[in-house]
């Protein structure tokens, strides 16, 4: 499994923006799919963002127009920039890596998990 460590989460208000990054242990970066997920209290963790080893991205409907997900494999690090932030976006942002998934958008696609970061948007 790769270990993954998140930051940049924080408080913003609503329409303001916040990038979340991920970084990865692994020397074999370049071929991991990324995914973002989130978990809002006493709800399902759900499918956000990713990107494939391939760097195709795919976003949840209440992310497109709003969030980009990015890649750098030079620094084992993967970008979910948030914009347009509204304050059904609080909740806990996960990053998961798995190598060669086609399509990201289940959290059972992934074995390896961040300890996630939280963010809060207020209204």
């Known amino acids: 499994q790769v270990q993954l460590v998140e930051s940049g989460g924080g408080l913003v208000q609503a329409g303001g923006s916040l990038r979340v990054s991920c970084a990865a242990s692994?020397?074999?970066?370049?071929?991991?799919?990324m995914g973002w997920f989130r978990q809002a209290p006493g709800k399902e963790r759900e499918f956000v963002a990713g990107?494939?080893?391939?760097?195709?991205?795919y976003y949840a409907d209440s992310a497109k127009g709003r969030f980009t997900v990015s890649r750098d494999n030079a620094k084992n690090t993967v970008f979910l920039q948030m914009n347009s932030l509204k304050p059904e976006d609080t909740a806990v942002y996960y990053c998961?890596?798995?190598?060669?998934?086609?399509?990201?958008?289940?959290?059972?696609?992934?074995?390896?998990w961040g300890q996630g970061t939280q963010v809060t948007v207020s209204s």
């Open positions: 998961a890596a798995q190598r060669y998934i086609v399509v990201p958008s289940r959290t059972t696609q992934f074995n390896s």
């Open positions: 990107i494939s080893w391939r760097d195709n991205t």
């Open positions: 692994t020397r074999a970066f370049s071929s991991y799919t």
